[in-house]
């Protein structure tokens, strides 16, 4: 196993502009790390350049302690694990598992070849199926045979580059559980490409977000939900998304569009001095008002819910606005019914020390 650094990793195309900008990050020894962000922020570009698939414009790329930028791919000790599984379609899932052991000639004997490839068919529940062609094999259990393959590698780290993309929803969260636990249990460094921010929000001890090739913030998940440092981090993580409210403040109160909430504690530390602000307001903040006391720093507000979505274990209402933006709240009361007017009712919002204050970025 081994530790990963990027110090100020850059990778540019031609003139244009850089698409993996000033990049630092250190992976520890055993760790999951996530990449995310949208399509084109560079996250796959990153991990082609930590593999060796990319050459490096300027910085320092260390695998342990060793600096390995001009390292060829084979000499760094890393599996990858590719996005369409780059599995041989002529060889049986043991040839598929065991070919890379037979790369290195002479370096295992049959035996060990065996033993390694029947222990990984093991863990991965392939041992029924080692005798199939890929193309006998549903897409999740190529999956599987594409992490074997670099399981047998005894590799210092793995790879992987949106490796669940081409599975369908349920498999997706089945195969995320078994990636979790494979990952736990031989304990290997990971770096783990993905735009699906349920991944990326299940799967890693840590994040980290990129945008047009610069990194926004890496942090635990739950850092990332509760403190975004930016609109765009705040933006991209959670779903349904944060509510982002244009508001002014005025004392010891925050107008927001529909209501003057009341700001107390750290909040009204972090807005003081402030007039203008973006209030960013998960929808769990904004709730209706008929089921329990009103929270203490809360106001209630008349609104229209225009629409609501059923998630089955909660509910979220839509609340349309004429002049300012639209807002998603979370509804208490499950499973009420709309009419062609919509539905009026009260409504709580609440800021807590989960609220954020942010200011401007070209989200
Ligand atoms: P996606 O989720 O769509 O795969 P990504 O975040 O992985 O996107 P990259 O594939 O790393 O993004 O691409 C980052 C930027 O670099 C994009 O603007 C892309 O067009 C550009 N890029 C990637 N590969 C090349 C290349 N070989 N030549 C020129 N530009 C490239």
């Excluded at 850059?10 to 055993?30: E, M, R, T, W």
């Excluded at 193309?135 to 793995?158: P, W, Y």
């Excluded at 921010?197 to 990194?215: F, H, N, Y």
């Excluded at 850092?223 to 409210?245: C, H, K, R, T, W």
Aim: contains cysteine.
């Amino acid at each position: 196993m081994s530790s990963i650094e990027l110090k100020n990793l850059v990778k540019k195309y031609g003139d244009g502009f850089p698409a993996v900008n000033d990049v630092s990050l250190d992976i520890a020894d055993g760790e999951f790390m996530i990449l995310v962000g949208p399509s084109g922020c560079g996250k796959s570009t990153l991990l082609r350049m930590i593999v060796g698939l990319e050459d490096i414009t300027s910085g320092d790329l260390l695998i342990g302690d060793k600096r390995v930028n001009d390292l060829a791919p084979r000499d760094r000790h890393l599996a990858m694990v590719f996005q369409n599984y780059a599995l041989y379609p002529h060889l049986t899932v043991f040839d598929n598992i065991a070919f890379p052991l037979r790369l290195s000639k002479g370096k295992h004997t049959e035996e060990e070849i065996k033993a390694k490839v029947h222990d990984a068919a093991g863990m991965l529940e392939l041992e029924e199926h080692l005798d199939r062609k890929p193309a006998n094999l549903s897409g999740g259990q190529r999956q599987r045979v594409a992490m074997g393959r670099a399981i047998v590698r005894d590799a210092d780290a793995f790879l992987f580059d949106e490796p669940l993309s081409n599975l369908d929803a349920k498999l997706r969260g089945q195969m995320r559980t078994e990636i979790a636990r494979m990952q736990r249990r031989l304990g290997v460094t990971t770096v783990y490409v993905t735009h699906d921010q349920t991944e990326a929000m299940t799967l890693g001890d840590r994040v980290a977000v990129l945008k047009k090739g610069i990194l926004q913030q890496c942090a635990s998940p739950r850092e990332l939900y509760d403190q975004p440092v930016n609109l765009f981090v705040a933006g991209f993580i959670g779903s349904p998304p944060m509510n982002f409210l244009p508001a002014r403040v005025e004392g010891s109160t925050l107008k927001l569009p529909f209501a003057d909430v009341p700001v107390t504690g750290e909040l009204a530390q972090r807005v003081s001095g402030l007039e203008v602000v973006i209030a960013g307001l998960r929808p769990e903040y904004i709730k209706d008002a008929t089921l329990g006391d009103q929270p203490q720093g809360a106001a209630t507000f008349s609104a229209v819910v225009d629409q609501t979505e059923w998630l089955g274990n909660e509910q979220y209402a839509y609340i349309p606005f004429e002049t300012d933006p639209s807002v998603h709240a979370q509804l208490e009361e499950l499973e009420r019914d709309l009419d062609g007017e919509g539905m009026r009712t009260q409504m709580i919002v609440n800021l807590d020390a989960r609220s954020r204050v942010l200011e401007g970025d070209d989200t």
